[in-house]
T-cell receptor
């Protein structure tokens, strides 16, 4: 079974803290994505990576950065967390042809 | 850039009645189309997908969707809903000409099935 795992299911952080969200996939996929999910807005793409050390901005990259040092791991970084970054964060990793998308269970982040 | 519109944010429906959830997207050139369901406090689950071939796609739990290239639509239907179909439904499009096979999602449709 393909698995996409995320380091935490729930996180509570304070404004200004640096936050790391980690995602790991075990199927040697090239592409990995970070989305955030908010009520009424669906899932919006923050960043994606199509290879090690390669990254591209998605639709809402402001306030975020990413790191992909190894193929299986894609990290989302909030340099200085703000309350408007309270959200559900989902990692995804599609099969290399794009026919199947695999999602992690999500991390629910609360920034106080 | 690809955009996806789910025309109804909420759809109340009585048990055993049919339901249709509408989805339109901006570009029909080389796309894969998906419908996902998210039950309360759970992750995303794939309902069905269109990659190629027959425009009528059947998925899990009695759902089906029809790809209409001329209208750039991918509406989801179920002829008779159950209480357990209460969930949020997301339409998503993968533009094969865009880098990375990224998905663009609609805003979601909440389905509330009433007894």
């Amino acid at each position: 079974d393909v698995k996409v795992t995320q380091s935490s299911r729930y996180l509570v952080k304070r404004t200004g803290e640096k936050v790391f969200l980690e995602c790991v996939q075990d199927m040697d996929h090239e592409n990995m994505f970070w989305y955030r999910q908010d009520p009424g807005l669906g899932l919006r793409l923050i960043y994606f990576s199509y290879d090690v050390k390669m990254k591209e901005k998605g639709d809402i990259p402001e306030g975020y950065s990413v790191s992909r040092e190894k193929k299986e791991r894609f990290s989302l970084i909030l340099e200085s967390a703000s309350t408007n970054q309270t959200s559900m964060y989902l990692c995804a990793s599609p099969s290399n042809g794009g026919e199947t998308q695999y999602f992690g269970p999500g991390t629910r982040l609360l920034v106080l | 850039a690809q955009s996806v519109t789910q025309l109804d944010s909420q759809v109340p429906v009585f048990e055993e009645a049919p339901v249709e959830l509408r989805c339109n997207y901006s570009s029909s050139v080389s796309v894969y189309l998906f419908w996902y369901v998210q039950y309360p406090n759970q992750g995303l689950q794939l309902l069905l997908k269109y990659l190629s071939g027959s425009t009528l796609v059947k998925g899990i739990n009695g759902f089906e969707a029809e790809f209409n290239k001329s209208q750039t639509s991918f509406h989801l239907r179920k002829p008779s809903v159950h209480i357990s179909d209460t969930a949020e439904y997301f339409c998503a499009v993968s533009d094969l000409k865009a880098a990375g096979n990224k998905l663009t999602f609609g805003g979601g449709t909440r389905v509330l099935v009433k007894p």
